[in-house]
């Protein structure tokens, strides 16, 4: 990906208000993965990715940005919540399965690009198969008919999907499910089956009924499995997920030990998973199925609200190795305004879209968005601050009746939110915060 920081800051705006300082980290942080890939082998070994840690309250866009991040850029990327890892003998996670999940992601990503070269060629064979087991069946019941008249005229059906409801009957392969091994092995799913085929001379077959369509798709994959290399796709995907991965730990404020606190056992185990993750950021190997993988060049980017705990109540080692510190905004009512109409995704869009199937035509006046922003501002401030998460609530209260009786059995409606309308179906949520200014 050799996008500037200015390209890779310019796509994230289209979908993320504000937060300048975070997209330009970011940003820096994916170019210099394309700048070290550029240099000679000895220097680049020298260069480590210069992690990243994001501080903001809920629903500002951090973890938007994680997802924007694994559209953008064509790479192993994983997000993974810090809550869900325990330390070491305890029962969950481990730590090391974080890079096992991205090298799983490195796999599938190269794997998808490997059969797409192949596809037109899995895709002929996989036809051909198909029109053999159709025209066998017409053959029988048309023994008169040429055979070269059937296949020309299957051939033509098939590609014109003419066929693509038919049921036919085709061997498959037979693909048993994986068993699950001792977790935390880097052996966790076996295929048992994949096994006994190599002893006994290719996989077992099996016939099933489907339609054409379904029978294609299958032959399709099956077709392009057996033209690609599948210990260069795991070569070439543990190569990436070491020198390209990306690893976006969210929540990692919750296993951060409060300072207010006295460090009891809820905080000894809190800074045992802190410990088990700082190994896998400095440099280490982790085993997978796929083999060892280095985690030293792999680019993290942590986040967390920091509520009730402090960056610094994480432990000196990892915040040692997040040398880059962000902070994120919290929303002002022009960012809301922003919100609702500015990104291509916006809210007021999306409903927009889905009402549309029903024959309504949606369409927010500019007084009506700047009277959801006072009100998403006003919830956030005089109860829990969830971001721009508020306006999803407000805006399903708001289209709650327009949405229930919206059926597609008649004509376009325009429908127009105006201030007016606003104020009269959220007048419940205002009114309570009205009543406050009463409460000694």
Not at 90 to 112: K, P
Not at 252 to 274: F, L, M, N, T, W
Not at 281 to 306: H, M, N, Q, R, W
């Amino acid at each position: 990906m050799d996008l500037s920081p200015k390209q890779i800051t310019a796509e994230l705006d289209r979908f993320i208000i504000g937060q300048q300082a975070a997209k330009r980290a970011v940003a820096v942080a994916l170019r210099n993965r394309y700048r070290r890939s550029c240099l000679p082998d000895a220097v680049r070994e020298e260069i480590t990715p210069k992690n990243i840690i994001m501080k903001g309250p809920t629903g500002v866009g951090k973890t938007e940005i994680a997802r924007r991040l694994a559209k953008l850029v064509k790479a192993p990327f994983i997000k993974v919540e810090a809550t869900k890892y325990t330390e070491v003998g305890y029962v969950g996670r481990d730590c090391e399965s974080m890079i096992r999940d991205l090298t799983e992601v490195a796999v599938r990503l190269v794997r998808e690009e490997k059969f797409s070269e192949v596809e037109s060629k899995a895709r002929a064979a996989a036809e051909s198969r198909i029109i053999d087991a159709i025209v066998r069946d017409r053959k029988a019941r048309a023994q008169d008919t040429p055979e070269p008249l059937i296949k020309a005229e299957v051939a033509d059906q098939l590609r014109s999907g003419a066929l693509d409801k038919q049921a036919i009957e085709i061997d498959v392969a037979d693909r048993p499910k994986p068993m699950e091994l001792v977790p935390g092995s880097g052996m966790e799913m076996i295929n048992i089956g994949d096994i006994m085929g190599g002893m006994f001379g290719g996989k077992k077959k099996k016939k099933r009924k489907m339609t054409v369509k379904e029978a294609l798709d299958l032959m399709i994959a099956e077709e392009g499995e057996k033209l690609i290399d599948n210990d260069a796709i795991t070569a070439e995907a543990v190569r990436r997920a070491e020198q390209d991965g990306i690893i976006f730990i969210d929540e990692i404020d919750k296993i951060a030990a409060k300072s207010s606190q006295g460090g009891g056992s809820h905080d000894v185990s809190r800074e045992g998973v802190q410990r088990d993750i700082l190994p896998i950021v400095e440099g280490s190997t982790v085993i997978t199925k796929y083999g060892p993988v280095k985690t030293d060049f792999v680019l993290f980017i942590a986040s967390g609200a920091f509520h009730i705990s402090k960056m610094e109540d994480l432990i000196p080692e990892l915040q040692g190795r997040f040398p880059v510190k962000v902070e994120l905004d919290s929303l002002k009512h022009k960012d809301f305004v922003d919100i609702l109409t500015i990104p291509e995704n916006a809210i007021t869009r999306q409903y927009a879209h889905l009402l549309s199937v029903d024959s309504i035509k949606l369409t927010f006046t500019a007084d009506a968005v700047d009277e959801i922003a006072a009100v998403s501002v006003l919830e956030n401030e005089t109860s829990e601050n969830i971001g721009a998460r508020r306006l999803h609530n407000i805006i399903e209260l708001l289209l709650e009746d327009i949405s229930f009786n919206a059926d597609g059995q008649h004509p376009e409606i325009e429908v127009i939110i105006d201030r007016a309308y606003v104020k009269e179906h959220l007048k419940n949520t205002t009114k309570k915060h009205d009543l406050t200014k009463y409460i000694l």
